[in-house]
């Protein structure tokens, strides 16, 4: 069979609505792991509770140490015997999220370390304490010295959203799939989808450099 670039033309249509998906799925799980994981950075430096430093300690070996098809896999078909009929789109961004945010928790806490003890010191001479302390002062700084290996993690997770196929979810992983079982050629589908990955991927390290540039600009 020889290869014929008009499949990957007719595909592409099809593929950027999948491709919409992918952004949606990828930009809300990640949304939701960051609000979680600063959460949980929160509660860990702020709370000297051993019993809490252990479960996030148990938490995030559990997600580090299995690969997240399987968490997929889990979240998707162990939900409907305890009597959660969350569907295929929750399940998996509920997936992604608990993913996701075990890696953004320790990202978090290397942007954490990097902020001078001095500005705790400071913000308590000022009278800021509790959350005023934590959302004036720390995480603002904790965020843009995080912002490189955030940038990271969530192309790491527009990838693995293409995992997100095998539990029905009409994604560009899952479009192209469609496709190619109907025509016969995947290695004209999978270039177009193996495109719109590598543009979507482009953009976000494009646009996480300039962010960088106006960071340093301003610290300048």
């Not at 099809?14 to 919409?20: D, H, K, P, S």
Request: hydrophobic share 55%.
């Amino acid at each position: 069979m020889k290869f014929d670039i008009s499949y990957t033309i007719d595909a592409l249509p099809r593929l950027l609505e999948g491709a919409l998906v992918t952004l949606q799925v990828t930009l809300v799980g990640f949304v939701l792991s960051l609000s979680l994981a600063t959460a949980l950075t929160v509660m860990r430096e702020a709370n000297n509770v051993r019993w809490a430093h252990r479960a996030l300690a148990v938490y995030i070996s559990f997600i580090r140490g299995t690969p997240l098809l399987v968490q997929i896999f889990l979240i998707y078909y162990v939900s409907p015997v305890i009597g959660l009929d969350i569907g295929p789109y929750t399940a998996g961004i509920l997936a992604i999220t608990l993913n996701s945010a075990a890696f953004v928790v320790e990202i978090l806490r290397g942007g954490l370390a990097s902020v001078p003890s001095g500005q705790f010191e400071a913000a308590s001479a000022l009278g800021l304490k509790g959350p005023a302390l934590w959302g004036k002062v720390i995480l603002p700084q904790t965020f843009i010295a995080s912002v490189p290996p955030l940038v990271n993690e969530f192309t790491q997770v527009l990838k693995a959203s293409a995992l997100l196929s095998t539990i029905t979810i009409v994604e560009l992983m899952r479009v192209s799939q469609q496709i190619f079982s109907r025509n016969y050629h995947p290695v004209e589908v999978l270039l177009g989808t193996f495109i719109l990955y590598f543009l979507m991927c482009f953009a976000v390290s494009r646009s996480a450099a300039l962010i960088e540039a106006k960071l340093e600009l301003r610290r300048g």
